[in-house]
């Protein structure tokens, strides 16, 4: 009987132990998810330009009570008694800079609106990465410009992506059209050229989701053509006129502006030539 109470007493006393680990693990996940919150907004700030000074006077980092930063300008946290962000909206601060390569630290971010500041350069090529599990992300009328990086389609909880009023160039990463969750699209006002992404049925995807764009192609705007002209092709037009046959052979690649014409005479006079160049027809 002795030795099943010594038992039981250890038993218990070794579940204590694992319960004050358990809780001493925790609490330390906890106090490194709050810090690693809090470097990202120093990090945000650090990088970025403030000339109105709505940063300089809000997010003051010298106060230490729980939750502090959740009452930073801009910032919303999952609890207000923890120090987690949940969404930055910084929208119209007049804001100046690139990206914030800081927000990665934000671990538990859903949400990020840098829209209507004068932020500018090239987005991060591992945008993907930085704000791997967002959900909305606005960057619109700013200033940046380059190519939209193509790991941004490693968002794949992305509901609002808004790039619109920037200078961005090149092509949309078709892989955008991949993303199910997709609500709201926008690449308005820039300067992207080639085939838009295929969102399937999604209606809300429209031609204004990327008006004066003047190069883009691809549903729901024009039927994109082909670039691509078949050098090895060859076009023979033979047309007979008072019994004299004309061969105008195009798609040689020749440096001549037109294509080769070559005649074949069988009367004494010919009333029209039809010359075809770069496959148009000229009379």
């Given amino acids: 009987m002795a030795f099943l109470i010594r038992d039981t007493l250890l038993s218990k006393q070794h579940l204590g132990?694992?319960?004050?680990?358990?809780?001493l693990l925790l609490s330390c996940s906890f106090s490194s998810a709050v810090e690693s919150d809090i470097n990202c907004l120093i990090s945000i700030k650090?990088?970025?330009?403030d000339p109105l000074g709505y940063l300089n006077s809000s997010w003051d980092f010298n106060n230490n009570t729980e939750g502090f930063i959740c009452t930073f300008l801009g910032i919303e946290c999952w609890h207000l008694q923890e120090s987690k962000v949940l969404n930055i909206k910084l929208s119209g601060l007049g804001l100046q800079g690139p990206f914030p390569h800081g927000v990665a630290n934000c671990t538990s971010l859903s949400g990020l609106d840098l829209s209507s500041n004068k932020l500018?350069?090239?987005l991060p090529e591992d945008i993907g990465r930085i704000i791997s599990f967002i959900t909305t992300l606005d960057l619109s009328s700013n200033s940046f410009s380059g190519q939209i990086p193509t790991n941004i389609t490693n968002c794949s909880y992305l509901n609002v992506l808004k790039l619109d009023s920037n200078q961005f160039t090149g092509n949309i990463p078709l892989g955008i059209g991949q993303l199910g969750r997709m609500k709201t699209f926008s690449v308005a006002n820039n300067q992207l050229s080639g085939q838009v992404p295929y969102f399937g049925n999604n209606s809300a995807i429209t031609t204004e989701s990327y008006a004066n764009n003047a190069k883009l192609c691809g549903k729901p705007l024009k039927p994109c053509r082909s670039s691509q002209v078949k050098s090895t092709s060859t076009l023979v037009k033979v047309l007979k006129s008072n019994s004299v046959v004309i061969a105008a052979a195009a798609g040689f690649g020749f440096a001549?502006?037109?294509?080769?014409?070559?005649f074949l005479p069988r009367a004494p006079s010919v009333r029209r030539l039809w010359v075809f160049y770069r496959g148009y027809k000229l009379r």
């Fill in 46 to 49: 650090a990088s970025l330009q």
């Fill in 120 to 122: 500018s350069g090239p």
């Fill in 256 to 262: 001549f502006p037109f294509s080769f014409c070559f």
């Fill in 17 to 23: 132990n694992i319960f004050i680990c358990c809780v």
